[in-house]
């Protein structure tokens, strides 16, 4: 067996996102590099964010609301092949939209599919594919989005079903991931960076004062962006269990997010190249559920399945 080579199976990275853009916030230096490495590479995208905010100053939200999701999709396609992603699979609900707001009540949503129907098609999914490793969010989420939190549970249970043959019988012969991990943000990096912000004074929110916190802030501060929030956002690093090297893909995991053009993603992209290759250094994750056996941290998700170990 070659090193990327598992019982005949090539190793296989299966994420899973809710939203265009996602795949580059938290997950985009990971995708890129498995990819340079020759690790099959799948994202799943559950929405195509049609309920997102327009920020392209060349689009007007008139005219590109009723587009959006198709404007997304090829934001989404760019960057999956900046960052040299084998496959992309759409699962093709419609954006749940923030917490509280009245997209939430709309039948074709993630976040209101049926779970079972949702859960056949990823299990469908998983099985086409056969992915050694499966990342998706933490229970809450990440940060609470309604699409995130189904994305954590569909996912969740895609891992058990798609390894019982009794399960979807229609969807494809079993098969069992063998790992099964959530993203996760290093407070201890974060504070770091912050710091570091404020010492060059470099605002954080320069463009946006006095506006809501838009996705990708709170994604990046936490649900209410205030400065106790901001302290504690993301996870200490004693909780986190794997930290992959990112740091020789930081600039294309930028330019991935580059792509997004509707979105708000000033905050990474404002960054100077020094403090975006320290953002894009490394990625992390919790191991939620295994198969076989690891040692923690680890700093590979295919740590206990290469053919030299
Ligand atoms: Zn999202």
């Not at 190793?11 to 230096?29: F, K, R, S, W, Y």
């Not at 992603?85 to 699962?91: F, I, K, R, S, T």
């Not at 098609?121 to 056969?130: A, K, S, T």
């Not at 404002?270 to 939620?288: I, K, Q, S, T």
Request: aromatic share 8%.
């Amino acid at each position: 067996m070659t090193a990327n080579d598992m019982g005949g199976q090539p190793l296989t990275l299966m994420v899973v996102h809710a939203h265009p853009d996602d795949e580059c916030i938290g997950t985009g230096g990971t995708l890129a590099r498995y990819s340079a490495e020759g690790v099959r590479t799948v994202l799943v995208t559950a929405t195509l964010g049609d309920e997102g905010e327009i920020h392209d100053a060349d689009l007007t939200e008139e005219e590109a609301r009723p587009r959006l999701a198709a404007i997304r999709e090829g934001e989404l396609r760019r960057a999956v092949a900046v960052l040299g992603v084998g496959e992309l699979e759409l699962l093709g609900y419609r954006d749940s939209g923030m917490i509280d707001t009245p997209a939430n009540a709309d039948p074709a949503n993630f976040h209101n599919a049926d779970p079972e129907e949702a859960l056949g098609r990823l299990v469908r999914l998983i099985r086409h594919h056969r992915p050694q490793v499966l990342v998706t969010y933490n229970e809450d989420g990440g940060y609470g989005h309604p699409d995130h939190l189904q994305c954590h549970r569909v996912t969740a249970a895609a891992y058990d079903a798609a390894g019982d043959p009794a399960r979807f019988p229609e969807a494809g012969p079993a098969w069992e991931v063998s790992k099964f991990y959530a993203t996760a943000w290093s407070r201890e990096r974060w504070q770091s960076l912050r710091a570091e912000m404020k010492e060059r004074g470099i605002p954080f929110d320069e463009e946006r004062q006095g506006e809501e916190p838009d996705e990708a802030e709170r994604t990046a501060t936490g649900d209410e962006g205030g400065a106790e929030a901001e302290e504690e956002w993301g996870q200490p690093e004693a909780t986190i269990t794997a930290f992959v090297d990112t740091s020789a893909h930081w600039s294309t995991a930028r330019e991935a997010l580059r792509q997004h053009r509707t979105q708000p993603l000033d905050f990474f992209l404002r960054l100077p190249d020094d403090l975006a290759a320290r953002v894009y250094a490394g990625d992390f994750f919790v191991l939620l559920r295994s198969r076989v056996e690891t040692t923690r941290p680890e700093d590979d998700l295919f740590a206990g399945l290469r053919a030299a170990d």
